[in-house]
């Protein structure tokens, strides 16, 4: 095990410990929240070309107090059991936080990407589920693994087909697994879900006069400048979203090749057409390539955002560091000793186990709509449409004038299902920062939104453990 993966779990252990000091909750209650309740390392071979490998992958369920219990597949060369035990643990406060009722997971496969091909990749990953099956750790009501990093809904649908092959008319079968293809159970809207998310977040935290105040920041998104690390699902997203919605400027972006920067704004969309085609960021027109790739850290800017694996900002180099606000797209990419750093520099660090949480919000909406058998949106759409197309109608006997007919088809438009999982998320996003806030701005003890984050999710799960009456 590399240093900076046991650091993760060391990392989270740490920060779980400044918050639950400050919990008043009993110290056994605390304890059974903390430990991971079931791990599940295996090994199988896999014949890839003419020779077999033996692939070494993991399933641990952190918590429990809910199921089932939640958590993406990462597939990564770095895979170990720490680092999935600290990604489960995560789950489950960020689940707790949004308000999704799942207990905490995680799965990993110590597999790089990079060195097989499509069919190789479906073989291991079907594989894997076997071995989850064996064992009880999948199922829609046990656990709902979902996509990470490596993986994506091209393997959730691999998946799925393995899982209905071995439970044969399985009634809710397909709520299995989330981050499906739209096409196979999917829902619209999850792709996106967690940079839509990580944008939802850092809006809310930009608009709070307050907390802008004490970095020296106007209100706002419009113009924000940002840095971002991890040109993946979670970063490609957050990039878009920002940029296109929240009218903030991505100067700098840092990928495996190389870190690329333009103060006058880099414009995402057509990037990822150049990645695409030339497979490197590397020589984007009008960007300028840092000599480093690590120096994307160091870039002058409002908001950084790392985006790619954890124990990226650690002591060694957060003094490179001038953003004043930190939105941790990524699990973990702050290490326990840097954040201290950070704090003390008056730095704003929005947690991951808020900022990121968005794809499993919407995964619990693709959770829900499996088991409901019907896509969001389908009863009322139609039914909205014709009874805002009557009041338009009405409003204009009434007054006499007209509106356009662009005007009237966006006035009476019934909503879709990406409309409502946007609504959704939006909810989910501001409602816990409201509750984020409460506890950081009436708890004079509490210094930092991270613990703020913990409280509130220790304080739901503790609550679940008083109802099951397992503690008084
Ligand atoms: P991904 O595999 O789609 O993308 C990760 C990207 O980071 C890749 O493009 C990779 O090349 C790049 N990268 C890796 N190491 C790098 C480095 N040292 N410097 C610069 N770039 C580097 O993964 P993802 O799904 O976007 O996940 C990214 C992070 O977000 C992970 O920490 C993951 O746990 C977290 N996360 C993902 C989701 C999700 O829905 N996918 C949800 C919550 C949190």
Excluded at 98 to 110: D, H, L, Q
Excluded at 174 to 179: E, F, I, L, N, Y
Excluded at 194 to 223: F, H, I, N, S
Excluded at 364 to 384: Q, V
Aim: proline share 3%; with cysteine.
């Amino acid at each position: 095990m590399s240093l900076k993966q046991a650091k993760f779990y060391e990392s989270v252990q740490a920060n779980f410990k400044k918050a639950a000091d400050l919990s008043g909750l009993p110290k056994g209650l605390l304890s059974q929240i903390e430990v991971c309740n079931s791990i599940y390392k295996m090994h199988f071979p896999v014949k890839i070309g003419n020779k077999f490998e033996v692939i070494e992958a993991y399933r641990v369920q952190h918590s429990h107090h809910r199921q089932p219990t939640k958590g993406g597949i990462r597939f990564s060369q770095h895979v170990n059991q720490e680092e999935v035990m600290a990604l489960a643990s995560l789950m489950t406060y960020k689940c707790a936080i949004v308000n999704v009722p799942f207990g905490g997971a995680k799965g990993g496969v110590k597999v790089s990407t990079r060195q097989y091909n499509a069919e190789q990749l479906e073989k291991i990953t079907r594989r894997y589920t076997v071995e989850l099956v064996r064992k009880g750790f999948i199922g829609p009501g046990v656990d709902v693994p979902a996509p990470d990093y490596g993986t994506g809904s091209r393997e959730m649908a691999w998946i799925l087909d393995t899982y209905t092959q071995l439970n044969n008319g399985e009634l809710d079968a397909a709520a299995c697994v989330t981050g499906k293809p739209v096409a196979q159970n999917g829902i619209a809207g999850r792709t996106e879900a967690t940079g839509r998310g990580v944008y939802y977040a850092t809006r809310e935290l930009l608009l709070d006069k307050k907390m802008m105040d004490t970095v020296g920041l106007e209100t706002g998104t419009e113009g924000k400048t940002v840095v971002i690390q991890g040109l993946g699902n979670v970063g490609t997203y957050t990039g878009l979203i920002c940029s296109e919605e929240g009218g903030m400027k991505v100067i700098g972006i840092s990928e495996i090749d190389g870190t690329i920067y333009d103060p006058k704004g880099i414009d995402v969309q057509k990037l990822l057409k150049y990645k695409k085609s030339k497979n490197t960021i590397i020589g984007f027109p009008g960007t300028k390539a840092l000599k480093n790739r690590e120096d994307w850290i160091g870039i002058e800017c409002d908001v950084l955002i790392p985006a790619a694996l954890e124990s990226q900002i650690r002591k060694d180099n957060v003094n490179k560091i001038k953003a004043k606000v930190i939105v941790e797209a990524a699990n973990g990419p702050i290490t326990a000793e840097a954040e201290n750093v950070l704090l003390k520099k008056g730095c704003i660090i929005l947690p991951d186990m808020y900022a990121n949480a968005g794809g499993v919000t919407v995964s619990y909406f693709e959770w829900l709509k499996n088991l409901s058998h019907i896509r969001f949106g389908r009863m009322e759409k139609r039914f909205d449409q014709q009874a805002m197309t009557q009041l338009v109608s009405k409003i204009e006997s009434m007054t006499g004038k007209t509106i356009s007919a662009r005007e009237k088809l966006q006035l009476t438009k019934g909503a879709d299902e990406v409309d409502l999982v946007r609504s959704g998320l939006e909810e989910t996003m501001i409602t816990a920062h409201e509750e984020i806030f409460t506890v950081y701005n009436r708890r004079k003890n509490v210094k930092d939104l991270r613990t703020a984050a913990f409280l509130v999710a220790l304080e739901k799960v503790a609550n679940d453990y008083e109802m099951m009456g397992i503690f008084p």
